[in-house]
């Protein structure tokens, strides 16, 4: 992966076209260049683009995979949200524009979210001696916060936690639950995912363009396993049966 990076970072800046290119790459290039030295070097910029690669992809075609496992045994929601994909954008490939006017759709990527998070943990570590909740936590120590816990938890979301309900997101992400911040699929603060207006952006087209296509149910051959292998995804694969789908 290094030596695929390094070539193409090496043809950028042999490039002859003006700039070094209008992409995440091209902005680390021009600024390194810009900074004469003082910037990232190429195996900074080489470490980024991985970074980027391995938070951004898994990630999202898991949330993608667990969005199509729950709408294909939640067939009501499936085709709720096809009723708005249609409305909105007809059989057209979605724009900027339209795109933005989906509502149930996001609703439905935020349950998912909630259900069954691609990321099942982040941790953080005490700057400072302090108090939390009347627990005391010394400096230096390093909390692990489970995800998938927080996001079951019946005191936060009521009794029907354990439902796909998408529903409860309809006032926004902060009336969803009891507590504000309590989806945390993206985390939350000045370390939260930079890539989350993107993966939900994609989310939306993808799911909104299966949609205008297909009806899609679950495979008798599937077998629920969600497992953590880095993200969490399902264990045998995701087997769904597709219908071509006419408007
Ligand atoms: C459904 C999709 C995604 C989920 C659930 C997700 C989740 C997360 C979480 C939980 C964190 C850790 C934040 C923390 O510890 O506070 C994170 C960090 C990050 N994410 Fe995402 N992410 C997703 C998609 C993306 C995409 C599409 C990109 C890039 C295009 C991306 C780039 C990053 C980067 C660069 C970081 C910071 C890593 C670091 O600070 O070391 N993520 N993400």
Known sequence: MRGTLFNIIQNRLNSKVS????????????????????????????????????????????????????????????????EEV???????????????????????????????????????????????????????????IPIPIIHRKKEIWGDNA??????????????????????LAFSIGPRACVGQNFAMMEAKIVIAMILQRFSFSLSPDYKHKPDDMLTLQPQYGLPIVFKPFAV
């Open 19 to 82: 700039g070094y290119g209008d992409d995440l790459l091209g902005l680390m290039i021009e600024s390194a260049h810009k900074q004469k030295g003082m910037g990232l070097n190429t195996d900074e910029i080489i470490d980024e683009c991985k970074t980027f690669f391995f938070a951004g992809h898994a990630t999202t075609s898991h949330m993608l995979a667990w969005t199509m496992f729950l709408l294909s045994i939640n067939r009501k929601w499936q085709d709720k949200l096809r």
């Open 162 to 183: 354990e439902e796909f309900n998408p529903q409860r997101f309809e006032n926004g992400i902060a009336k969803a639950a009891k507590h504000p911040n309590a989806l």
């Open 86 to 144: 249609v409305r909105e954008c007809g059989t057209e490939i979605p724009n900027s524009e339209n795109i933005s006017k989906l509502k149930l759709v996001p609703m439905a990527l935020s349950e998912a979210l909630r259900l069954y998070c691609p990321v099942i943990m982040t941790m953080r570590q005490a700057s400072k001696d302090m108090n939390l909740g009347g627990i005391p936590i010394p400096k230096g120590m390093i909390l692990t």
